[in-house]
């Protein structure tokens, strides 16, 4: 597929430049060049040609400058990709760049291999672009498709589930009905056989008797299961209602007690009554609290073989705590919420060996919460089980020896909880910085109280905004204000901006709390003056970082402040000082100036100077011109070298500024090496020289400054191949006595150095002696950059050499560099 390249530039050269290079690829019809020479002739050319693909654009042009047409690319077209190649390559002009949407940035002189790979790069990125708004579009059909097969399905679901409920209705009409019939022909069969077992027939013989007996029983459990059907009815329809009254609960329990005696036959159990006869009287309905504890201890008894079945009951403020304790079989834990539904049983082999329909426990939740109470299980296979559920004490029953109540429903304190609570109460009362809470429910004010009670912290509580900013401006001295949002009468961003009207951000912060979460909400809180935001629900931690952290500012400003006063005394005395030093700053300033803007001018020219050398050279050889050959390759030789110098002037003087930035990532270190290695491949075989690598095994990934590291080695590999001839050089690399420390050693046997020379090799513009630099040339830079350099990671260079013998570099660096480790 044909790629079509706008390129931008001010350059007449680079046209043909860029035609001869890419001649091959024009030929094949593989990319096609557009040409404009600043961005306002380039925004009119995207007009006429809307099919571009990729913009390579200059920043210094006439009428309309790199970095303005990148912004007007951007507006225009958030698709279209940019490559700014420029010969301002400081950090500052790429950075503009980058936050205008340029996609890479390549300096001049260009080098047209390197241009080659990135406008593949930028290509197949622009082709992974459309192709995902290609499937963005793609994948917004089908969910509109989606969405219309949603709507369909949803609306037939909604018609079946119109269809489901009419069902269900019907079946709790059945349900209801049908108990009711049933009950009419229970209570005549029950009543009838009990007045057969009382002699209303005449007298019976114990066979009968007994066989009587379990008529009255097997009618009595249907009748149990139909009253559960009617209950189970009756609470679908919201018809069930109590009648409360104060109750006694050790009575009620004697009467079930009572009434269970026959579940017991056959069984080796016990049941025991251990509440309180002295325990205050509940607010229940009776017949449903009987129920629900003919409901419980019947469970109980229907799964206990032997053991006991315990109640017991312990008052907890303005509630009584019941428990139903048996030694049953247990149940499952993955079935303690199942019981309680309806129709549910435990499914283990002991459960299904009794009858029942799965409704007295749901029934028994149904009721209990109607009463006010709770209801909830603890159990363990073969252990047993413990129900327990609450009631609220009747205010109509005396409140006798309540040092016997005992609260179960929310364990005792521990030690530690003790002396926590104490501490956090010596620290509230402390108050070492003072904290105005804003909000207008209680339990917030509870919350924001108890976590801040961690620090020491005076926390002074206001309900709505109109309090706290009445505070606020009547004086009162606050070092934090955490405000929420949504308050009655006055919004938490009315009080900031008023609170923002007497103090200054750092002078009084502001943490906002918010339950919104949309940025929306977070920049109009910001717009307002909160200087941070946290939403509900917050995470204790993140809350007191957070407000450690405005505390830590507003201290850190409050120091400040306090030393204002002797550090304008001191600046005052140095002033004379400052100037003088400021005098030779600015001359020192003027001249790296001079430097930078020269090295950068020196860059346009040589950017013709290679260009056309290179396609010389390509025309030579294909032309069969090879006498003409060797005096290009010294075109080039000499134009390499000088852009060298070039960028080795440029970096002392960004060093010297302090322009000179780290860029840290991770990387593979035996992969750097290679790198190295090949890029040095055809100056080691210039001079016959044999390189060997020494990689230490395990050192793996590292982080640096890999492109600093990359020099630090082109550096002093370049030097030692420079003054070794048939020689060996050696590059080890290996980790420190610490495993913290990167050692790179370079070795060589070249011409070695005297002591003299050692003494002033790190000095700029300086090499062994006047007769070395004209014999071996080069700036006398290299080695100062590389020594700058390590010391910007955290590192050190040394050298060791004997003249006649060789020299040994050996470079320190931190194998995890941080920015801190620039200031040298």
Known sequence: MLAKILVVDDETDLEILISQKFRREIRNKEIAFEFAHNGKEALD???????????????????????SFLQNLKARDKMMQA???????????????????????????????????TLRKTLEHVRELREAERAQEEKRQAQEDALAQELKAKEAQRKLIEHLRRLDKLKDDFLANTSHELRTPLNGIIGIVESLLDGAGGDVNDKVRQNLAMVVASGKRLASLVDDILDFSKMKTGEV??????????????????????LMIGKELTLENQLPEDLPA???????????????????????????????????????????RDTGVGIPTEKFEDIFKMFEQVEVSATRSHGGTGLGLAITRNLVELHGGHIQVESELGQGSVFRFTLQVSEDAPTVKTERVIQITQPPLSNESLEFANLAHQAFSRGEYRVLVVDDEPVNQQVLANHLSLRDFLVVQAMNGIEALKRVEDGERFDLVILDIMMPGMSGYEVAQRIRDVYSLVELPILMLTAKNQSKDFVQGLECGANDYITKPFDKRELLARVDTLLALKAAVGELQTHQAELLALTERAEEMTRAEEEARQSDQQKSDFLAIMSHELRTPLNAIIGYSEILHEDLESEDQSPFVPDVLKIQSSAKQLLSLINNVLDLTKIERGKMELYLEQYKLSSLVEEVAITLKPLVGKNGNHLTLEVEEGIGLVKGDVTKTRQILLNLLSNACKFTRRGKIVLRVSLGDDSETLCFQIRDTGIGMTREQLARLFKPFSQGDASTSKHYGGSGLGLVITKRIAEMMGGQVSV?????????????????????????
């Open 45 to 67: 050319k995207l007009e006429e040609l809307p099919d571009i693909d990729v913009v390579l654009t200059d920043i210094n042009m006439p009428e309309m400058d790199g970095l």
């Open 83 to 117: 490559i700014v190649v420029s010969a301002y390559g400081d950090l500052e002009n790429i950075r503009a760049a980058m936050n205008r949407g340029a996609y890479d940035f390549l300096t001049k002189p260009i080098d047209f291999d390197d241009l080659k790979i």
């Open 800 to 824: 060791a050499s004997e003249l006649g013998e060789g020299s040994t570099f050996t470079v320190n660096l931190p194998r995890e560099v941080h920015i801190a480790a620039r200031e040298f």
């Open 282 to 324: 509940v607010d229940a309905d009776p017949n449903r609290l009987a129920q629900i504890l003919h409901n419980l201890i019947g469970n109980a008894l229907k799964f206990t073989e032997r053991g006991s079945i315990t109640v017991s009951a312990h008052r907890a403020d303005d509630r009584v705590t019941v428990e139903v």
């Open 241 to 262: 209602h109590l009648k409360r009254e104060p109750v006694d609960l050790h009575a009620a329990v004697e009467d079930v007690f009572q009434l269970s005696a026959p």
